[in-house]
Nanobody
Framework: QLRLVQSGGGLVQPGGSLRLSCVVSGVTLSNYAVGWFRQAPGKDHEGVSCMATSDGSTDYADSVKGRFTSSRDNAKNTVYLQMNSLKPEDTAVYYC??????????????????????WGQGTQVTVSS
């Protein structure tokens, strides 16, 4: 049974950095697409970054390009989101997600969170001085 457990997050000042981790258990991570999404109060889920297995591509939201980096360590069954140069508008609950999506591109899965069948518990990231 696929299970995702997140860690990291918290309060950081503008310009600071945080790293989120997501341990994926119950499956072979290398066979699964993974994504990071966020939801700010009153807003819909936003795809932050998605990593596809179909073509090995990674997609980022325009708002985080150049600041956020997602990565995966298949040996540790762990996915990471490194967030640098954080801004107050990055404040949100962040979720990792995983799914068996062998033909879906990173851009497609980030545009539609419903592609993913399994989600982490979410972690709050607050950027404030």
């Amino acid at each position: 049974q696929l299970r995702l457990v997140q860690s990291g997050g918290g309060l950081v000042q503008p310009g600071g950095s945080l790293r989120l981790s997501c341990v994926v258990s119950g499956v072979t991570l290398s066979n699964y697409a993974v994504g990071w999404f966020r939801q700010a109060p009153g807003k819909d889920h936003e795809g932050v970054s998605c990593m596809a297995t179909s073509d090995g591509s990674t997609d980022y939201a325009d708002s985080v390009k150049g600041r956020f980096t997602s990565s995966r360590d298949n040996a540790k069954n762990t996915v990471y989101l490194q967030m640098n140069s954080l801004k107050p508008e990055d404040t949100a609950v962040y979720y990792c997600a995983a799914g068996y999506l062998p033909t879906t591109t990173a851009q497609e899965m980030c545009a539609m969170p419903g592609h993913f069948g399994s989600w982490g518990q979410g972690t709050q990231v607050t950027v404030s001085s």
